[in-house]
Structures are given as C-alpha cells and as structure tokens.
C-alpha cells in the first residue's frame, strides 16, 4: 500500500509553534537538541516494542516502524548537513524523497530491534554533533534546493521538530 507523499513545506515551524505537536522550533538552539534528543530516543525505542507496531493504522499513514525508519534516516541526513555548513561556505543541499526512501529501503519489514538500535546510534552520533557546534558557528548558513535557508540555529530547531512531531504522530 503506498503513501500519498506529503508534499508539504514544513518550514513554516520555525516561525509559530506547531498545533499538533506542540513544538516550537523557533526556541531551539544546537546546544538545546543536543541536549535533549538523548531524552527522547527511550520512547522511540518504547513504541517499537509495540506488538503491532509494523501495522499501519490506516491506508494512509505510516506504520511506528515505518516512522521510526524514517526517523533514523533523519538522523543520519541532518548528520551529514549539519557538517556540509559546518565545512562549507553555503551548501545546498541535495534533494531527498523521504517516501522514495521508505520504499526502496522496505522499511515495514524492517526488523523493530535493528531499528531501535540503530535510532540509539544515529541519535547519539548526531547529540554528538549539535553539542560540538560552538555558539560562534550558530549563524552559518545551508540552503535546500527550493532556495529555503537554514543557519545552524534554525536547522536544529527543524530537525527536533521533525523528532517530535513523529513522536506525537505515534503517540509516543
């Protein structure tokens, strides 16, 4: 069963707090996802303990385990940003399909343990990284490719965002 894919700009969160989950991106520095991602990877590995969580609720909403695959990947993807405008003056960021990414990668089959590990990993390494961005690199900039701009800041407010809001989509 395939997923309508969300074509939405979600950018819009880091100017007003997000209704459904609640989140205000606006507010978050590096420093602040730093810290507070190591708090929320226990509930993604709380809800990937759920017995039917490779179900899909719906016909059109992910499964836990098909959200918390694509959480992981988040992970890495922001990882591999966030050191693009650490190292480079500028970048653009090349595109991805996140619902292209969860089918070529199968993520309904994948297996919920793996998983959760690897959300531990990701998560920690990516902790790692926001808390190594001094105060003075806040303002560097990265651009996706509809010309949207990011500084360092902004782009940790997006990310936890995105860790939330998905946490909130699977009630965890």
């Not at 069963?1 to 205000?24: A, H, N, Q, Y």
């Not at 990011?150 to 995105?162: A, E, K, L, N």
């Amino acid at each position: 069963m395939v997923i309508t894919p969300d074509s939405k700009d979600w950018t819009w969160v880091l100017t007003r707090p997000c209704p459904d989950c609640g989140f205000e991106a606006a507010t978050t520095t590096p420093a602040m996802a730093a810290s507070a991602l190591p708090e929320l990877l226990p509930r993604w590995h709380a809800v990937l303990r759920r017995q039917y969580a490779a179900e899909r609720p719906d016909g059109h909403t992910w499964s836990v385990l098909e959200y918390a695959c694509h959480v992981r990947d988040v992970f890495g993807l922001f990882d591999q940003r966030l050191h693009l405008m650490l190292e480079s003056d500028d970048p653009e960021f090349a595109n991805w399909d996140q619902d292209q990414a969860c089918l070529d990668e199968d993520y309904g089959s994948s297996d919920p343990a793996a998983v959760s590990a690897a959300l531990l990993e990701a998560g920690a390494e990516i902790a790692a990284s926001f808390a190594a961005v001094s105060q003075d690199q806040w303002s560097r900039t990265g651009r996706r490719s509809d010309g949207k701009v990011f500084t360092i800041r902004s782009f940790s407010g997006y990310f936890m965002h995105d860790i939330v809001h998905h946490l909130h989509d699977v009630d965890g």
